[in-house]
């Protein structure tokens, strides 16, 4: 259970953080104009490097949070590796 609350709040995290990276860059590179189309999608009014942005996000976010899951523990990895480290000291 712990492992999926942290897979979330780090998805989260990388969402949030990359939203605002990504919408600070393309607020730099895009041109005047794309901030002055509106796009409505229901219930969500937005600017075209703002959608972009939060796509990008979104992808980022997935990525993370499937990583956490796969996550191995600190400890387990250090086991591994000291049993690799004794077996060449042999």
């Known amino acids: 259970m712990l492992k999926y609350i942290t897979a979330i709040l780090s998805g989260l995290f990388i969402f949030v953080c990359v939203v605002f990276l990504s919408g600070i860059l393309l607020s730099w590179i895009c041109p005047k104009a794309w901030f002055e189309i509106e796009l409505n999608l229901g219930l ?47």
């Open 44 to 90: 969500l009014s937005t600017n075209v490097p703002s959608l972009i942005a939060i796509v990008i996000a979104g992808v980022a976010a997935t990525h993370t949070f499937r990583a956490s899951l796969r996550a191995k523990t600190f400890r387990l990895d250090k086991r591994k590796s000291d049993v690799k480290d004794d077996a060449k000291n042999l």
